[in-house]
């Protein structure tokens, strides 16, 4: 049988190992994976570097829609009504995608300067708008005072 | 009127509360009997009025009552019946009503079922449970009264979100909402318990059924969840570490930790503090899931309407609950004794190390999903957390937890012999390499780390078994034999194994989805074949079809595999009337290996339309890891000697089996 001391000791130290195998886990994990989050103006002034992931979001630009033909891919523009960004993304657009509305599209920007999307994301409240877009929006002096309701993002179940 | 009888039972129903909080709290600490004794009756009174409330809208829902703000917004008279009732609980308001209406049911369940508990930890129980009504009354009459008036009424409602209009996602908030609130009374137990300075095994016998039972309707409730993402959102998904999924499977990892603490507990009355702290954290991060996305600071699906008080009503609620028991927790901790002293190699050894992964995994998951939160209050970059964080994280600290699962059960208490519980495994070993060699084997050019997950799949399935084998005596011992160990193995020992293999079963369907999935996306006009996974998707043709209240795009696919049609597949495209939104619903075989699953997209204006077809191996797999596990709770639940009536009887019945 173990003293009490010892005992408490050995926790502490499987703690401790467990608490710092996590940091490192966590750090790891931060430096690759966290995606910023630009609005085409942010892109304007100061494009991210070509392979690395980030988010953009703004609204469908009116009129910018095209799919090319070979049907799947799908080509518009997302504007903060300041600056905009072509965007290209190949596969089924999600329900509420709408000229007009608000989007945050999930991708890289290619040497072209063309946000390639590898997800868009849709909302499923027609009234919502991603509050980083409104941010957007707000930063560019376009905000126009939409209220904000409702819910977001192709994920999320619970 | 019926709706001011409602909102009238609302407000009872806060005295009520108060006086459950404040009355036996005080008889308890003064020795007086009389006033500990209007615990119990208070708790069934509020119940009875929480129902009266809960009724009284869902009365207004059933009649299209429009005149009730909460109606108005939420339903519409062309609504089928089930989702005008379950309509209730798909908006802000109504869910908090129902949330309420759990917490008093569980109120009045210990009040009914605790017959047997000392007189003074009841009425502490009771009036820690009355303290959390209060607040969520209060909050709920304050700032979000489902009963609020509408005038003029207008003529109909404005309809349900359509996406919400499902029967998956019409039970799982009820289910959700259990698993939640369920946590509440190990809570109330925890803050009883500090008040008292008690802790013994008679009271974790006490709080383990009510922690197991939230448990169960919590597992049931993320599944339920998950399911209906994966075959409503049409993205062949089943998890996206989306906040809103986050938040609910942060409570479920701590009050797996405190399952399994609370056995230390009651067996050997030792690792009391640390329980205690895990009931407080499982009941604070189920608050922090039912609200943080209502706050407005985290958004999601339901995120619904939020407003700037309600978000600050809320944070002061939270900081108040899990700041104030932390506060007491560390105030009275110190005076609870500890118990039985064990060695590092020993059940309860493998049972902390099971708490320690399960919270650093908690607490990894927290992290991510409060980061972006964290980093914009202090004025740095918009950022967000995706699936890659997670998976690098949680992964890497959930495969030595299920490692260490098949070996713990095979530990005796207090001082085990590890190479020994080892040698045991060795067939559990000899399946996880084949399993790991087969995967490999059968899908050339799958991540590594696919290899891997099979492996301690198998190695999870067949440890559980060896120790279900093990304790039965299974061909060590003459059939006759074995067979009489396996009726008298208590039923708690078949939950834990069944929980433990459908976990097993879980691992091996999610490690399949994420390594395997196929995914095809392309323009097909009917005839054409699109060829997935071995199967042939042959598109016959897209019909506009008619619903209640939606009008639907259907394509008919056939599946075919060498020639023979093994199933049609009809994915639709929903128009809702009111709304004018669009939804998806996929259309999805399942053959018990795999699902087949595909999605109907937008024409192409040629004849053409945009098709989403998806190969999912195993997915099954994950709901039926599910439903073993909640079923091995429900058989763990039904072991008479967990029942709360339980130390009465044990006495009687322990001579018979000595």
């Known amino acids: ?158 | 009127m019926i709706p001011e009888i409602g909102h009238f039972a609302l407000i009872l129903a806060l005295l009520v509360a108060l006086a459950q909080g404040s009355l036996p709290m005080l008889g308890a600490a003064r020795g007086r009997a009389d006033w500990m004794a209007l615990a119990g009756p208070t708790a069934v009174l509020q119940l009875a009025l929480m129902l009266t409330a809960f009724l009284a809208l869902m009365q207004a829902y059933v009649v299209s009552d429009f005149t009730v703000l909460n109606v108005a917004q939420n339903s519409h008279s062309a609504k089928p019946l089930l989702y005008k009732i379950t309509g209730l609980w798909g908006n802000h308001e109504g869910s908090m009503l129902l949330w309420i209406l759990i917490l008093a049911l569980f109120g009045a369940a210990v009040a009914l079922f605790g017959g047997n508990l000392p007189a003074t930890l009841k009425a502490r129980v009771l009036a820690v449970q009355a303290w959390i009504a209060t607040g969520f009354l209060l909050f709920t009459i304050l700032t979000s009264n489902p009963f609020a008036r509408l005038v003029p009424a207008p003529a109909n409602g404005g309809d349900l979100n359509p996406l919400l209009q499902d029967p998956g996602l019409a039970f799982h908030p009820p289910m959700l909402y259990t698993g939640y609130v369920g946590f509440s009374i190990a809570f109330s137990f925890a803050i009883a318990a500090l008040i008292e300075g008690k802790v013994d095994a008679a009271w974790a016998r006490w709080v383990r059924p009510w922690t197991l039972a939230a448990w169960c309707f919590l597992t049931a409730g993320i599944a339920l969840g998950s399911w209906w993402a994966y075959y409503e959102l049409g993205w062949g998904g089943w998890w996206f570490w989306d906040p809103v999924e986050n938040v609910s499977f942060m409570p479920w990892l701590m009050g797996t930790a405190l399952l399994h603490t609370a056995v230390v507990v009651e067996k050997r009355d030792a690792l009391k503090v640390w329980t205690i702290l895990l009931a407080i954290l499982t009941f604070s991060l189920s608050l922090i899931g039912t609200f943080i996305v209502r706050s407005g600071l985290l958004t999601s699906v339901h995120a619904f309407a939020n407003d700037p008080e309600r978000g600050l009503f809320i944070l002061v609620l939270l900081c108040l609950t899990i700041g104030g028991s932390l506060a007491l927790f560390a105030w009275r901790a110190p005076s609870l004794k500890s118990g039985g002293l064990f060695h590092p190699i020993s059940r309860e050894g493998a049972l902390v190390l099971n708490n320690l992964l399960l919270a650093t995994a908690c607490a990894t998951v927290f992290l991510g999903t409060l980061y972006p939160l964290f980093l914009e209050a202090l004025g740095g970059d918009k950022v967000s957390v995706g699936a890659p964080y997670f998976n690098a994280t949680f992964v890497p600290i959930m495969a030595p937890l299920v490692v260490a699962m098949a070996i713990g059960p095979l530990l005796p208490w207090k001082r085990a012999d590890l190479p020994g519980a080892l040698g045991r495994l060795k067939a559990a070993a000899l399946l996880a390499v084949a399993a790991a060699f087969a995967a490999v084997y059968l899908h050339r050019g799958g991540p590594l780390v696919a290899w891997l997950g099979m492996a301690l799949a198998a190695w999870l399935a067949a440890g559980t078994l060896t120790d279900w084998t093990g304790r039965i005596k299974l061909f060590r011992a003459p059939a006759g034999e074995s067979w009489r160990r396996a009726r008298s193995l208590p039923r708690s020992a078949y939950g834990m194994t069944l929980a433990h293999f459908g976990l097993a079963v879980a691992i091996a369907g999610i490690t399949a989805s994420a390594a395997w999935k196929g995914e095809t996306v392309r323009i097909m006009t009917p005839g054409d074949v699109a060829d997935l996974g071995g199967y042939g998707y042959r598109l016959d043709g897209v019909e506009t079809l008619r619903g209640p209240n939606y009008t639907s795009d259907t394509a008919s696919f056939t599946v075919l595999r060498d020639g023979r049609e093994v199933a049609r597949l009809t994915p639709e495209k929903r128009r809702y009337d009111v709304q004018r939104r669009e939804t998806t619903e996929a259309a999805i075989h399942t053959t018990g290996i795999a699902d087949l699953y595909a999605v109907i997209g937008d024409p192409d204006g040629r004849g053409g339309w945009t098709v989403r077809i998806y190969h999912e191996p195993l997915v099954p797999w994950i709901w039926a890891g599910a439903l073993l596990m909640v079923a091995g709770g429900a058989v763990s639940l039904s072991d008479r000697r967990l029942r709360v009536g339980a130390p009465a009887r044990r006495r009687k019945t322990a001579p018979a089996v000595a």
């Open chain 1, 1 to 158: 049988m173990m003293k009490r001391k010892h005992r408490r000791m050995l926790a502490l130290l499987a703690g401790l190992a467990a608490l710092s195998g996590a940091t490192a886990l966590v750090l790891i994990a931060f430096q690759d994976n966290i995606m910023l989050f630009y609005s085409p103006s942010d892109i304007a002034a100061e494009p991210p570097r070509a392979e690395r992931s980030f988010r953009v979001g703004g609204l469908v630009e009116e009129g910018s829609v095209r799919r090319l033909d070979d049907g799947l891919t799908v080509e518009f523009r997302i504007t903060d009504l300041a600056e905009s960004v072509p965007v290209t993304y190949r596969g089924i657009l999600p329900d509420l995608f709408r000229e007009g509305q608000g989007v945050v599209a999930e991708g890289t920007l290619n040497p072209a300067g063309v946000f390639e999307a590898r997800e868009v994301l849709a909302k499923h409240d027609e009234t919502y708008m991603p509050p980083e877009v409104a941010e957007a929006l707000k930063a560019a002096g376009q905000w126009r005072g939409q209220d904000s309701v409702g819910a977001s993002s192709e994920g999320g179940a619970q």
